[in-house]
């Protein structure tokens, strides 16, 4: 089983929105209130870069890129982080990931985002 299930990407024109939600499918509980998370994306032939990060505190930082227009959130009872995207522009167009902020875990399979007219 794979430790994180990304979810909810698709093709928006710009402009739009989407919310991804990711699972973490193998951290107990206790280990997932813990930690630090983060979204993480990677547009084609790019590397992956970090869109934003939720601490265990529910603290938040964002890529500058996205500061503004993407919120990210979590709910620990259900293990789960999202990223509220609004404002979507060509630009945001990327298979977007989930993991610690340390990127320490392996990776998932990612859900793909196109935004285009």
């Known amino acids: 089983q794979a430790q994180f299930a990304e979810s909810g990407g698709g093709s928006v024109q710009p402009g739009g929105s989407l919310r991804l939600s990711c699972k973490s499918q193998?951290?107990?509980?206790?280990?997932?209130?813990?930690?630090?998370m983060g979204w993480y994306r990677q547009a084609p032939g790019k590397q992956r870069e970090f869109v934003a990060s939720?601490?265990?505190?529910?603290?938040?930082n964002y890529a500058d890129s996205v500061k503004g227009r993407f919120t990210i959130s979590r709910d620990n009872g259900k293990r789960m982080v999202y990223l509220q995207m609004n404002s979507l522009e060509t630009e945001d167009t990327a298979v977007y990931y989930c993991?610690?902020?340390?990127?320490?875990?392996?990776w998932g399979q990612g859900t793909q985002v196109v935004v285009v007219s």
């Open positions: 993991n610690d902020i340390r990127a320490s875990r392996s």
């Open positions: 193998r951290m107990i509980l206790s280990t997932f209130n813990s930690e630090d």
């Open positions: 939720i601490t265990s505190d529910r603290f938040t």
